[in-house]
Nanobody, 123 residues
Framework: QVQLVESGGGLVQAGGSLRLSCAAS????????MAWFRQAPGKEREFVAG???????TDYADSVKGRFSMSRDNAKSMSLQMNSLRPEDTAVYYC?????????????????WGQGTQVTVSS
């Protein structure tokens, strides 16, 4: 089992920045990919960014490329730096971990989820 805890969400004005963190615990030795997803009200959960835990290779949704950056901080944590935030980035952001490698297709098959952290971008 893997446990994931997000932190760093909040309220920011458009054009501002936020940094989300995710701390993992438990049996993470078999995890190949860490990722961020988000879900806005009335919308389906969507992929935001992913990181290969062994190579640190990253993958981003087109909507966040050039604005968001995902990195591995240490053996058990990673972060998502979000710059130039837009109102349409408003959502609950979820940290995720999976045994599969990037790209993470089939969101429904993602193995572990955090509880989510709210990001609100005001216009």
């Amino acid at each position: 089992q893997v446990q994931l805890v997000e932190s760093g969400g909040g309220l920011v004005q458009a054009g501002g920045s936020l940094r989300l963190s995710c701390a993992a615990s438990g049996s993470i030795f078999s995890i190949n990919t860490m990722a961020w997803f988000r879900q806005a009200p009335g919308k389906e959960r969507e992929f935001v960014a992913g990181l290969s835990w062994s190579t640190s290779t990253t993958d981003y949704a087109d909507s966040v490329k050039g604005r968001f950056s995902m990195s591995r901080d240490n053996a058990k944590s990673m972060s998502l730096q979000m710059n130039s935030l837009r109102p349409e980035d408003t959502a609950v952001y979820y940290c995720a971990a999976d045994y599969r490698r990037l790209p993470l297709n089939a969101i429904g098959a993602v193995r572990y989820w955090g509880q989510g952290t709210q990001v609100t971008v005001s216009s």
